[in-house]
C-alpha cells in the first residue's frame, strides 16, 4: 500500500474544527506600493533607531537570562502613554501587553471564554476576531451591523452601529466577550461612545474589549474607551505600537482595564512571553512617542485626500478615522484588486462585494494609488 503521508496524518489527527481552514493570510508580495495591511509608511527615524540599537545592545550580555516577566518598565511607559494620551489616569497596574495586540486579544479570549462560551463582533470588522476567538475553542456569534434602511452607496447607515440595535444583540446573546473595534477595521469609522456604555450594560456577563488600534489616528473630537474604564471593571481597551508608532515588526499590542481583570491574564500567558529584545525596543519607542508619531498628521492628511478625490473618479468612499480608507462602487472588486497589483499597488481585498481598502501611505504612494484608479474609473456618482 502506498506510504502515508504527512497531509495523511494531518487530516486524520488535526483538530476537526480546524480542517479544511485557511490561515490568516494578507499577500506579501514584493509591490513598488504595499498599500495593503495599514502600516506606517514611514521607518522609525533616525534617532529613535539609534536610540533603539543602543537599548537592544544593553541586553545583549544578558540574553543568558529570561527577561523580567512581569514587564515592569515597560508597563511604566505604557501607563504613562496613555495617561498622557487620554487625559484620564491609567496605572502601570492597569496595562498589559503581548507580541501584537493579536496575542493580547487571545489572552483574553483564553481566559474568558473557552468550550461552551460565545463571543459577540458585528462584521464587517477586523477579520482576526472570529479567528483567535475559534484557536481558543470559543463560539463566534456574527452580530449585524448597520441600519435596515441603508441602501446602496451609503455605506455609512450600512457599515454603522445604532445604539439599541447593537445592545440588543449583545442582551439576547448574552455572551462572555463581545468585540467593538473603534475605529472598525476595515470600514475605518470611529464609535460613538453611547455604543460602548450601552453594549456594556446590555451584556452583563462579558467581557466588553474595544479594540483602538487606530485610535491615534482618529479625527478631532473622537473620545477614546479610555475615558469609559473608572468604574467598568469588565471594559478592556486594547492598542497597539503597529500603526501610528511605526512598530509593526517589533510586535507590540496592549490594553488598558481593570487591574483584577488583568492579573487574570496571567493564567493564560506563557511565561516570559516578551522577549528582553522586545521590552527594550518598546520602552525605547515609547520613550520618543512625540517623534514617533510625528507622522500621524501627515498620513492623516493622505488619508482625507484619498477619500476626497475617490468620487471624482467614480468611486465611493467612506469616511474614516484610521490610517485606511473603505472605497466602494466598485462592479468587480477582485477584478479591480488585480488591475492596481498590475500597476503595482497592492491594495487589501476585505472580502466585501464591492469594496476595496487602501492604505493612506506617502504622497507619492498615495498618487500612484489615485492615478492607477483615474486610468480604471468608477461608475459611482
Ligand atoms: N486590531 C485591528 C483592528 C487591526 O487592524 C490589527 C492589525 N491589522 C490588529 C488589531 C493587530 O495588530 P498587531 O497584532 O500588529 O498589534
Redesign the pocket.
Known amino acids: 500500500s502506498a506510504p502515508v503521508t504527512g497531509e495523511d496524518e494531518v487530516r486524520r489527527l488535526l483538530r476537526e474544527d480546524l480542517r479544511g481552514g485557511t490561515a490568516y493570510g494578507a499577500p506579501q508580495l514584493e509591490v513598488a506600493h504595499a498599500l495593503n495591511?495599514?502600516e506606517n509608511a514611514y521607518p522609525v527615524p533616525d534617532e529613535v533607531a539609534e536610540a533603539i540599537t543602543t537599548a537592544v545592545a544593553a541586553e545583549t550580555r544578558g540574553l543568558n537570562r529570561y527577561p523580567d516577566r512581569e514587564f515592569t518598565a515597560l508597563r511604566e511607559a505604557l501607563a504613562a502613554y496613555l495617561t498622557h494620551a487620554s487625559g484620564v489616569t491609567i496605572t502601570p497596574e492597569q496595562t498589559w501587553a503581548g507580541n501584537?495586540?493579536?496575542e493580547v486579544l487571545l489572552h483574553l479570549v483564553q481566559a474568558f471564554g473557552g468550550p461552551g462560551r460565545t463571543a459577540l463582533g458585528f462584521t464587517p470588522s477586523?477579520s482576526?476576531h472570529p479567528i483567535i476567538t475559534r484557536t481558543a475553542d470559543t463560539t463566534w456569534i456574527d452580530g449585524l451591523r448597520g441600519r435596515e434602511s441603508a441602501g446602496e452607496g451609503d455605506a455609512g447607515a450600512r457599515f454603522d452601529l445604532p445604539v439599541e440595535a447593537t445592545a440588543a444583540q449583545a442582551r439576547e446573546h448574552d455572551p462572555s466577550l463581545v468585540f467593538l473595534?473603534s475605529p472598525n477595521?476595515p470600514t475605518g469609522t470611529a464609535l460613538d461612545l453611547d455604543v460602548v456604555r450601552a453594549v456594556y450594560d446590555a451584556a452583563q456577563n462579558a467581557i466588553v474589549v474595544v479594540?483602538e488600534?487606530?485610535a491615534e489616528f482618529a479625527r478631532p473630537g473622537t473620545p477614546s474607551a479610555l475615558t469609559l474604564l473608572e468604574g467598568r471593571p469588565r471594559l478592556v481597551v486594547t492598542r497597539?505600537l503597529?500603526k501610528a508608532f511605526a512598530l509593526?515588526g517589533g510586535?507590540l499590542?496592549y490594553l488598558a482595564a481593570d487591574p483584577a481583570l488583568v492579573d487574570a491574564l496571567r493564567l493564560v500567558r506563557m511565561p516570559y512571553h516578551l522577549s528582553s529584545v522586545t521590552q527594550a525596543v518598546a520602552t525605547t519607542v515609547l520613550g520618543h512617542a512625540d517623534v514617533m508619531l510625528g507622522t500621524v498628521e501627515a498620513i492623516k492628511t493622505q488619508r482625507d485626500r484619498i477619500v476626497d478625490e475617490l468620487p471624482a473618479l467614480g468611486y465611493e468612499s467612506v469616511p474614516s478615522d484610521a490610517n485606511f480608507v473603505l472605497f466602494g462602487g466598485i462592479e468587480d472588486a477582485p477584478a479591480l484588486w488585480r488591475v492596481l497589483l498590475e500597476e503595482g499597488v497592492l491594495v487589501r481585498d476585505v472580502g466585501l462585494p464591492g469594496y476595496l481598502r487602501v492604505t493612506a501611505g506617502t504622497p507619492a504612494e498615495v498618487d500612484a494609488f489615485l492615478a492607477a484608479l483615474a486610468r480604471h474609473p468608477g461608475t459611482a456618482s
Request: a neutral charge; proline letters at 0%.
Open positions: 495591511t495599514n501584537g495586540s493579536n477586523y482576526m473595534c477595521n479594540d488600534a487606530y497597539t503597529s509593526a510586535r499590542g
